[in-house]
């Protein structure tokens, strides 16, 4: 059996942002709610690996934003597996208007940690064996490491944030939209004002934890990206690494 | 013409919080919706008062939380203006579950400001006019001014928050749910894992704007209600007071 997840969501005021366009995190949060029921539908959802002593943990994601909807749009978030590999399972998303047009559209890679040993482990073989459905079209398969991990990183401005019991999920570990929000949080008002996100390349590095103190961290690169990194305090570690890049909004 | 709103929502896996019930903010938010569509079929809807040169703006909401549904779950909310008065309209809410259960309900207290004077103005005739639905059963008037308002203030703990680029909606202003997310990260983690809101009496005051400096403060009252204030700085105003009650978990 293979399963195409195919999902409705007229935006709602709340999801969009203060440009009236829906709000990057509001949409990833959509495809992580459809990629959550595709999992399912494939028996291999969060609590079907929980109960195997396994779990999910996103490695890559990145996101191009063609154009936004607005308040009261009625967009579909497709997502099906494209590849899967000893260690990786790779997940596309597309995202269509109500004419066909792709919004936007994210390439994803998975991996499989084991709940006693706190490390990755193999994909096991009821997701190894999963067939991906027919006739997709997949996107590029997303490098494991991207350019920009390698850069030197001069961060020009650092925020500190605490993780908060709302930005938790039911595991106790910082959801993966939260980071995007806190990204968001630190770019300067001027970017925020006249650009919007074109694209948003992801590499999440290590967990974190509710109460953890974090510094999310900004390099401009060039005019129309910038990188960005969270890390943690005690121990120090690489949380997240990212590239955004930005258009002139319309 | 009247309107009672009803608006079907399945929870989603990123509304619901670390215990796995319905966070209070998406609820809000789904009310905050609800009332937003109610209030755009009796034509009195953000964009018709926008042209005219009003807004509204939240004075008063009290929810009172009877039973948390848990993802995948799908509620019904449920909207309609209970009163209409010189400065005042009044607007419960519902919320059921798909057997009939209330398993919320909310009372909120609206008034009308004039954008250029930014200052509170009558109820416009083409509010004043509107018919309240027939046949429905509204609760008790909440009180403009409750109880605790008087009470003295004596936090014991306070934290800062900046207000960020997400938490501004199309009008620049503070969105009514991100003060109660604020709210909720300012309270001690015994009673976020232990206990869950049984109610929440606001009282908002002023309104604040993107980069604004506030104070989340927080004084106990009882064993299970906590005072809460937000102060915003530059002027010093009162943003925000209220009360929270807190039960044990289920």
């Given at each position: 059996?293979?399963?195409?997840?195919?999902?409705?969501?007229?935006?709602?005021?709340?999801?969009?942002?203060?440009?009236?366009?829906?709000?990057?995190?509001?949409?990833?949060?959509?495809?992580?709610?459809?990629?959550?029921?595709?999992?399912?539908?494939?028996?291999?959802?969060?609590?079907?690996?929980?109960?195997?002593?396994f779990?999910?943990?996103l490695?890559?994601?990145?996101?191009?934003?063609?154009?936004?909807?607005?308040?009261?749009?009625?967009?579909?978030v497709?997502?099906?597996?494209?590849?899967?590999?000893?260690y990786?399972?790779?997940?596309?998303?597309?995202?269509?208007?109500?004419?066909?047009?792709?919004?936007?559209?994210?390439?994803?890679?998975?991996?499989?940690?084991?709940?006693?040993?706190?490390?990755?482990?193999?994909?096991?073989?009821?997701?190894?064996?999963?067939?991906?459905?027919?006739?997709?079209?997949?996107?590029?398969?997303?490098?494991?490491?991207?350019?920009?991990?390698?850069?030197?990183?001069?961060?020009?401005?650092?925020?500190?944030?605490?993780?908060?019991?709302?930005?938790?999920?039911?595991?106790?570990?910082?959801?993966?939209?939260?980071?995007?929000?806190?990204?968001?949080?630190?770019?300067?008002?001027t970017?925020?004002?006249?650009?919007?996100?074109?694209?948003?390349?992801?590499?999440?590095?290590?967990?974190?934890?509710?109460?953890?103190?974090?510094?999310?961290?900004?390099?401009?690169?060039?005019?129309?990206?910038?990188?960005?990194?969270?890390?943690?305090?005690?121990?120090?570690?690489?949380?997240?690494?990212?590239?955004?890049?930005?258009?002139?909004?319309?």
């Amino acid at each position: 059996m293979t399963f195409i997840q195919t999902d409705t969501f007229t935006i709602r005021g709340y999801e969009t942002d203060a440009s009236g366009r829906l709000s990057v995190p509001a949409l990833m949060n959509f495809m992580q709610e459809s990629a959550n029921r595709n999992a399912i539908a494939y028996g291999i959802g969060i609590s079907d690996l929980a109960e195997r002593g396994f779990g999910w943990m996103l490695m890559r994601f990145r996101l191009r934003m063609h154009r936004y909807p607005r308040y009261g749009d009625t967009i579909q978030v497709m997502t099906y597996p494209t590849f899967v590999e000893k260690y990786f399972i790779h997940r596309d998303f597309k995202v269509l208007a109500q004419d066909g047009t792709v919004l936007a559209d994210a390439m994803s890679v998975w991996l499989v940690f084991s709940t006693n040993k706190r490390a990755m482990v193999p994909l096991p073989d009821f997701i190894r064996e999963l067939t991906v459905p027919p006739g997709i079209d997949p996107l590029p398969k997303l490098p494991l490491k991207p350019d920009f991990q390698n850069s030197t990183f001069q961060p020009i401005d650092e925020k500190q944030v605490t993780v908060g019991w709302l930005s938790i999920d039911q595991n106790q570990h910082v959801n993966n939209v939260a980071y995007v929000q806190w990204l968001f949080e630190s770019i300067d008002d001027t970017m925020l004002q006249t650009r919007e996100l074109a694209e948003i390349d992801l590499v999440y590095r290590t967990e974190s934890h509710w109460n953890d103190s974090l510094r999310v961290q900004l390099a401009p690169e060039t005019e129309d990206s910038i990188l960005h990194r969270i890390l943690s305090e005690n121990p120090q570690k690489e949380v997240l690494l990212a590239r955004s890049r930005w258009k002139t909004s319309l």
